[in-house]
């Protein structure tokens, strides 16, 4: 069974930092590019990040740059995300996701596995 399973979210307070994590399992990845997407409560769920399958490539949402960076270990089927200078607007699940093919992508319709998810909230 193909399983992306996140971790590493929780509660910070505003300025903190976390680090997600998504292992994928199942299946390698490796050829594929991932992405990061989030959704908060009432609002559709956003791209966040992406990253290509060599990990040469990336692409962040405007609010994130630069606080954000996008990583991947193919050798462990993992992607990361480095979250820095959080914000409480950057509360919400993050999930991530594996594209269909090995460039990355910001729409949603290129992403085919997802994860469950995992809550981050951030405090002001």
């Known amino acids: 069974q193909v399983q992306l399973v996140e971790s590493g979210g929780g509660l910070v307070q505003a300025g903190g930092s976390l680090r997600l994590s998504c292992a994928a399992s199942?299946?390698?990845?490796?050829?594929?590019?991932m992405g990061w997407f989030r959704q908060a409560p009432g609002k559709e769920r956003e791209f966040v990040a992406a990253?290509?399958?060599?990990?040469?490539?990336?692409l962040y949402a405007d609010s994130v740059k630069g606080r954000f960076t996008i990583s991947r270990d193919n050798a462990k089927n993992t992607i990361y995300l480095q979250m820095n200078s959080l914000k409480p607007e950057d509360t919400a699940v993050y999930y991530c996701?594996?594209?269909?093919?090995?460039?990355?992508?910001?729409?949603?319709?290129?992403?085919?596995?997802w994860g469950q998810g995992t809550q981050v909230t951030v405090s002001s």
């Open positions: 996701a594996a594209d269909r093919d090995g460039a990355t992508s910001y729409g949603l319709d290129a992403y085919n596995f």
């Open positions: 199942g299946r390698s990845f490796s050829y594929n590019a």
């Open positions: 990253i290509s399958w060599s990990g040469g490539s990336t």
